[in-house]
């Protein structure tokens, strides 16, 4: 696939066939992802790769963790967002509330469980970096993530970052005895569509270019 045919038509997947996906092409999809540039070559990512049972026995202990603590999706904000923003999230809920309805699904349920499930696909990787490192070093595990998420795209795979289990760092470094000294960054699942679901027929827009740039000539 031609990279700019990945860029523009990779999206994010809700829905998973329970097919595996095999040891073999997540090393294949690795190899490529570690190329991506880190400040002063650092490499600072690591990755847990959690398949088979484990997986899901990773995702029935975050949905109960969600029922018990109710911690929702966010944007992460630390003030109040400015109407720009809030309009882009709103836009998005009011488009993908119809394939939900059609699924008998209500939205905050879908979103908050599915992240907690990775929307049942048969991988999930955990993307981690090592607390000697500042927050400046998270651009490098965005850059690495967004590698991966076009090179899975390439090869006929899915995904989507799971930003919400972040909120369960402590207990997902528990259950997959992840060292103290790593952080949990975000999330990805990991699996070959299900396009049965009414989900995946749904694109998040995106808002026109000329928002977002800033020319100084």
């Not at 990775?118 to 400046?136: H, K, Q, R, W």
């Not at 090179?151 to 992840?178: V, W």
């Amino acid at each position: 696939m031609d990279l700019l045919e990945a860029i523009k038509t990779r999206k994010s997947i809700r829905a998973f066939k329970a097919d595996p996906v095999s040891k073999e092409q997540i090393e294949e999809m690795l190899r490529l992802v570690v190329r991506a540039p880190s400040a002063i070559n650092l490499q600072p990512w690591e990755f847990y790769v959690v398949m088979g049972d484990e997986k899901a026995r990773l995702s029935r202990r975050l949905v109960k963790l969600y029922r018990e603590k109710q911690i929702s999706c966010s944007p992460g904000n630390i003030k109040p967002l400015s109407a720009e923003f809030n309009k882009r999230g709103a836009e998005s809920f009011i488009l993908m509330n119809p394939y939900l309805e059609k699924m008998g699904m209500d939205f905050n349920c879908f979103v908050n469980e599915g992240s907690c499930n990775f929307y049942g696909a048969p991988t999930a990787v955990i993307m981690c970096l090592d607390n000697a490192f500042s927050e400046a070093r998270l651009v490098d595990i965005g850059i690495a993530l967004g590698y991966f998420v076009l090179i899975a795209h390439n090869l006929g795979l899915s995904t989507c970052p799971i930003g919400l289990i972040n909120a369960y760092e402590d207990d997902i470094k528990e259950i997959l005895n992840i060292p103290d000294n790593k952080d949990v960054v975000i999330g990805l699942a990991l699996g070959y569509r299900d396009d049965s679901s009414p989900i995946n027929e749904f694109t998040s827009p995106r808002d026109s270019v000329d928002n977002f740039i800033h020319w100084i000539d």
